[in-house]
């Protein structure tokens, strides 16, 4: 799909405010409220805009220590990372997983309360995961900078 600057300055505005309403959008970038709705649509539909979302502050909701873990599995094997990547994910504390290239295999973000429950999410979830070789666990002191806009 060609994204020219029109759909550039709606991703820029949507990225910063969700909640913006299809007028004001529509002012901000010089289109007429129809003309605005109709690239909103369509940036949807292909896929370009995949979902909207609220941002929580993970302190807010007591879970302010962020852990990184690195997993290694056993091997490589495509039914090894289905079984893992299925497993993983039903995580509630798991934000993200990524596969990766490198020293690991995956990278898994968590959040949780503290250590202490940090140790609970490994023992009930990590700790059964399948094919799962070394795990490597570091937790944030602070996060230094987090964006969820893709510069475009």
Same mark, same amino acid.
């Given at each position: ?23 004001? %959008?529509?002012?901000?970038?010089? +289109?007429?409220?129809?003309?605005? %709705?109709?690239?909103?649509?369509? +940036? ?11 941002? !929580? ?15 290694? %599995? ?13 497993? !993983? ?9 990524? %596969? ?5 295999? #995956? ?10 429950? #940090? ?11 399948? #094919?799962?070789?070394? +795990? ?7 996060? !230094? ?8």
């Amino acid at each position: 799909m060609d994204i020219d600057a029109t759909d550039t300055a709606i991703l820029n505005v949507l990225q910063r405010d969700g909640r913006i309403t299809n007028n004001d %959008l529509a002012g901000l970038i010089n +289109l007429s409220p129809s003309a605005c %709705l109709r690239r909103v649509r369509r +940036l949807e539909e292909d896929g370009v805009i995949d979902r909207y979302a609220a941002l !929580v502050n993970h302190a807010a909701v007591d879970k302010p220590t962020t852990v990184f873990v690195q997993i290694s %599995l056993e091997s490589q094997e495509e039914r090894k990372l289905d079984a893992f990547e299925a497993r !993983v994910a039903d995580c509630p504390e798991v934000i993200s997983c990524h %596969l990766m290239a490198g020293d690991s295999d #995956y990278l898994v973000q968590v959040v949780c309360r503290d250590v202490a429950d #940090y140790e609970r999410i490994h023992r009930s979830h990590f700790a059964s995961l399948p #094919y799962v070789s070394r +795990l490597n666990t570091s937790f944030a002191l602070r996060t !230094v900078h987090s964006d969820t806009a893709l510069e475009i």
